[in-house]
Structure formats: C-alpha cells, structure tokens
C-alpha cells in the first residue's frame, strides 16, 4: 500500500523557518520524482517544488525562489522542504506527492500519490 506522510509543520512568526517532511512507503521511492504542493483558504492547490529521483534537478515556484530549498534522501524515504523568511502568504496546507515518470513537474495531474498534507501558519 502507497502510503506518504507529511510532518513538521506548524506555527512561526514571519521571518522564522520550519522543515517540512515527507515519508514514503510502499513503492521504490528513488523511482520516483517528488513535489511539494500548497493550497490557502479558497485557493487552488498550487506547485511549490518539485525534484527528480535523483535530486539532479529541482524547480521552484517564483514566490518562493532563494527562500525554500527541497531535497530527498532516498536512503530514509523522505523528501524535505526546508522553508526559510516565511511570509503570511506562505500559509497553507502542504502537501507533498510523487511522480512515477520522474520528470519533477510542476503539473498536479503528472503526481500519482498525495500525502494528506501539513498546516503551515504564518503569523505577522
């Protein structure tokens, strides 16, 4: 059974960090490409980050570019998001997901498997 977990998220004032983590379980995981998702309040999900199977390659969101990094240890099963000078707009919910194709989309449609996802708040 495919199963992915987040953990660590929570409450920070703006300016702080958290890191959040994604556990997987139930298939080859360094099959597979990894994104991370958010959704606020009233608002599509959208693409945060993504990273190949073999962290050659990641892509950002604009919005969070030179402030969250993503990475993955395929040892452990676990891919990260390392979020720092977070902003109130960056509250959500975070999810991460994975790609069986690999490519590191920015697309929803490209993710196979869903994590239930993390709450992320930002106070000002």
């Known amino acids: 059974q495919v199963q992915l977990v987040e953990s660590g998220g929570g409450l920070v004032q703006a300016g702080g960090s958290l890191r959040l983590s994604c556990a997987y379980s139930?298939?080859?995981?360094?099959?597979?490409?990894m994104g991370w998702f958010r959704q606020a309040p009233g608002k599509e999900r959208e693409f945060v980050a993504a990273?190949?199977?073999?962290?050659?390659?990641?892509v950002y969101q604009d919005s969070v570019k030179g402030r969250f990094t993503i990475s993955r240890d395929n040892a452990k099963r676990t891919v990260y998001l390392q979020m720092n000078s977070l902003k109130p707009a960056d509250t959500a919910v975070y999810y991460c997901?994975?790609?069986?194709?690999?490519?590191?989309?920015?697309?929803?449609?490209?993710?196979?498997?869903w994590g239930p996802g993390t709450q992320v708040t930002v106070s000002s």
């Open positions: 997901a994975a790609d069986r194709l690999g490519s590191g989309s920015r697309w929803r449609s490209a993710y196979d498997y």
């Open positions: 990273i190949t199977r073999n962290s050659a390659y990641t």
């Open positions: 139930g298939i080859t995981f360094s099959s597979y490409a």
